[in-house]
């Protein structure tokens, strides 16, 4: 007996191919959806999207399911990389692969899924789903090196209860061992780190596409002049590579760090050594606040993160209406106004905000 309709998001990677093998396995009704969600020209060196499909295409027919293609690039400009333009304009290091997940693989996706009458959706991220007393709570994949709960800690409960992670329970390495098992062509296909869609490409060089370059003084935290920037947007707190800061007399020969960025006179200010206390910070205040359930408790311990790599930080965190208050135990180097601070209880995910101020 089949365990319902499944629409598989298939990227053409082996995370989602191995998804397909583990729903079908499992006794879902299985199809498969190609997104493309960005128009690149032809020719272009960064784009992968053609051998994605290609590899997308052959799996399906491997495994015997159908794979449609739908182009979302519209949805994409709209809702994900215009709003991440808007935020580097501002100064601000917004996480595009947050957005994406939030604005379309499930929203976008998840509705063209329903008005298909699927009964699920699923995807090839790495994360875990429970019932509590009829609500749905979004867990850790027991993978912690691979755990993505980060990417998707603003995805809607109702979205959440509809959603499938069949990787959430398994390490890497197993994924790997079950594709090449299954013969599927992506079972040695490198993982993707590039931008959500975008793809893996020099940063800097496809910004300037859409933002021109905005030349500003660097100071150290004295007030010197040492040196000039291309623009706000092209720089983000704790960086070290592209300042161009070298030659100075009288400094010691630790790195510079970008410590600050003001917006009002067009400014970055730059520290020296990795440890200098204009990179930390013990507090941080959010906005656009998502909650996966209701915070039952307003003052609690938990601890949380405020970027996808770091390990999970002891903090005391207070709700205040639709935003978050976090006081850190140990201070946090190049806490990032624009990227999330996603909060956690144990293995649960309870949700997470944009920093909108750090102190």
């Known amino acids: 007996m089949s365990k319902g309709r499944v629409l598989l998001g298939l990227s053409g990677g082996v995370d989602s191919s191995v998804s397909a093998v583990l729903l079908k396995n ?14 690149e020209e032809n020719g272009s060196p960064y784009c992968s999207i053609k051998e994605d499909f290609l590899d997308a295409v052959f799996v399906a027919d491997q495994l015997d399911i159908e794979v449609k293609e739908l182009n979302f690039s519209k949805q994409y400009k709209e809702k994900v990389f215009s709003y991440f333009l808007e935020q580097l304009r501002e100064g601000k290091t917004p996480n595009p692969d947050i957005l994406c997940n939030r604005e379309i693989k499930f929203k976008v996706f998840y509705e063209y899924a329903l008005s ?52 959430g329970e398994l390490e890497k390495t197993k994924v790997r061992e079950i594709a090449e098992r299954n013969n599927l062509i992506t079972s040695k296909k490198k993982d993707s780190t590039g931008i959500c869609f975008i793809g893996e490409r020099p940063f800097p060089e496809f910004l300037r596409n859409f933002i021109p370059e905005n030349p500003g003084i660097i100071y150290d935290d004295k007030g010197n002049e040492i040196g000039r920037h291309k623009g706000l947007a092209f720089y983000t707190l704790g960086q070290r ?13 630790s790195p510079w760090y970008v410590a600050e960025k ?11 050594g990795n440890k200098h206390p204009k990179l930390f910070s013990s507090v941080l205040e959010t906005k656009n606040l998502f909650l996966i359930n209701n915070i039952k408790d307003k003052d ?10 770091q390990k999970d930080q002891e903090c005391k965190i207070t709700k205040k209406g639709d935003t978050l208050r976090i006081e850190f135990s140990l201070p946090q180097r190049a806490v990032t106004p624009g990227q999330s601070v996603v ?3 144990d293995d649960v995910c309870l949700g997470g905000g944009e920093i909108s101020e750090i102190n």
């Open 116 to 167: 298909l009458n699927y009964d699920f959706i699923a995807t090839g991220h790495y994360a875990r789903k429970r019932t509590d007393n009829n609500s749905f709570e979004l867990l850790k994949g027991s993978d912690h090196t691979k755990d993505q709960s980060y990417f998707l800690h603003s995805i809607k409960n109702e979205v959440l209860e509809k959603s499938l992670f069949p990787l």
């Open 300 to 309: 609690f311990y938990g601890t949380a993160k405020v970027r996808y790599r």
């Open 26 to 39: 499992s006794g879902y009704e299985v199809d498969a959806l190609f997104m493309r969600n960005w128009e």
């Open 262 to 272: 003001i917006t009002s006179d067009n400014s970055i200010i730059a520290v020296q």
């Open 343 to 345: 909060i956690y209880k």
């Open 241 to 253: 590579q592209g300042l161009g800061i070298g030659g100075i007399k009288d400094t010691q020969d």
